[in-house]
């Protein structure tokens, strides 16, 4: 984060819309690393929204995510994702993943991110040309289904419970997006899918 950008820009945005006599709300995506006491209270006191990016386990995250020296990060963003979830209260925030070929198995990491005491949590697929290692295939598609599913029973228990949590893609309009998967019909062997926006 380069704060004193950030800053300059939010302070000319809302001196230009004070004097249209409109409102700005701000979102800020960050990695965490630079989460320090002094920019977790300015961006409590100046975002709408706050996204915070963990992949999940530290054995996940730190498999793609590192600092330039090349070591992991997980270790370091978790304990000041933590800190800046204490100030935070009842304003909108989330701890944003991807997950990849390599995490299938990513419900783990959504409830060990709700284990570790978030409550706003988005867990996407990672979107790569299909010649990638890391990319998402739709030979993978049964096993992603499969999860979505063991994650929406979890979701269900833990929201009868005391570890309720918000699921970001189980937040949908089924009329009006965003998109949910559907399995093509006639298709090979049946594990073809493509992601649909349902339209009013």
Known sequence: MNMNVVKQIVEYAKAETAKAGKNINFTMTTNGVLLNEENRKWLNDNMTNVVISIDGREEVHDKLRVTPNGKGCQSIIMKNALEFRKIRGDKSY???????????????????????????????????????????????????????????????????????????????????????????RGCGAGNEYVAVTPIG
């Open 94 to 184: 989330y701890i944003r993943g991807t997950y990849t070929k390599n995490n299938l198995d990513f419900c783990e990491d959504v409830l060990y991110l709700n284990d570790k005491g978030f409550d706003q949590i988005s867990v996407e697929p990672v979107v790569l040309p299909e010649s990638d290692d890391l990319a998402i295939k739709p030979c993978d598609m049964p096993a992603v289904m499969k999860e979505y599913d063991k994650l929406a029973r979890e979701y269900v228990k833990r929201r009868k419970g005391d570890k309720g949590f918000n699921f970001f893609h189980f937040m949908i309009d089924l009329q009006h997006g965003p998109c949910v998967f559907k399995r093509l």
